[in-house]
T-cell receptor, first 113, second 112 residues
Framework: GAGVSQSPSNKVTEKGKDVELRCDPI?????LYWYRQSLGQGLEFLIY????????KSGLPSDRFSAERTGGSVSTLTIQRTQQEDSAVYLC???????????FGPGTRLTVL | KNQVEQSPQSLIILEGKNCTLQ??????????LRWYKQDTGRGPVSLTI?????NTKSNGRYTATLDADTKQSSLHITASQLSDSASYIC???????????FGAGTRLTVKP
């Protein structure tokens, strides 16, 4: 069956521009996570959506970062006024209710010039 | 200081050999520990999940151990294959599954 998909796979942007990253979770998965993986670093939690509950935004590094999840399915991570330190791979994962295993997408590699 | 420390940072072994990767954590209260395999350019894939009461779990040639008293885990790979070349990430969750701490990973290279 289809896994978690993310788009675009690669994004190159100029400093100061806004970017939107998309995540399509596995159908029926109620939980959705965004992570950031910088070169040589571990995964960094950004935000978590669970059903209709208010999202856990505790990992967002600044107010330039925001995310939405429409209709309990697709999610968009938006980074405003991008900075070079935002360059990283942004990973999305989804999980079905009652289980612990998260299924990751392939990630979006963001490069800010 | 990262609450999950993995060692070694990188490892090179010959095909067919065994290896063991280490994960030490300070996350508390502990809920569960996962090992993920991440191929280059791909998202992580779950290998094992262990809760407080479990001290070993196998998935094919992968065997994870957990000592919740000493807060240590290991991932043992038996009879390594070229396809085992990847990063292996240890993830520890506190009581709330949202509160996950990721290790920086061990980069394993298996050579023929």
């Amino acid at each position: 069956g289809a896994g978690v998909s993310q788009s675009p796979s690669n994004k190159v942007t100029e400093k100061g521009k806004d970017v939107e990253l998309r995540c399509d979770p596995i159908s029926g998965h109620t939980a959705l996570y965004w992570y950031r993986q910088s070169l040589g670093q571990g995964l960094e939690f950004l935000i978590y959506f669970q059903g209709n509950s208010a999202p856990d935004k505790s990992g967002l590094p600044s107010d330039r970062f925001s995310a939405e999840r429409t209709g309990g399915s697709v999610s968009t991570l938006t980074i405003q006024r991008t900075q070079q330190e935002d360059s990283a791979v942004y990973l999305c994962a989804s999980r079905t209710q009652g289980t612990d295993t998260q299924y990751f997408g392939p990630g979006t590699r963001l490069t800010v010039l | 200081k990262n609450q999950v420390e993995q060692s070694p940072q990188s490892l090179i072994i010959l095909e067919g050999k065994n290896c063991t990767l280490q994960c030490n954590y300070t996350v508390s209260p502990f809920s569960n520990l996962r090992w993920y395999k991440q191929d280059t350019g791909r998202g992580p894939v779950s290998l094992t999940i262990m809760t407080f009461s479990e001290n070993t779990k196998s998935n094919g040639r992968y065997t994870a151990t957990l000592d919740a008293d000493t807060k240590q885990s290991s991932l043992h790979i038996t009879a390594s294959q070229l396809s085992d070349s990847a990063s292996y990430i240890c993830v520890v969750s506190a009581w709330n599954n949202n509160d996950m701490r990721f290790g920086a990973g061990t980069r394993l290279t298996v050579k023929p």
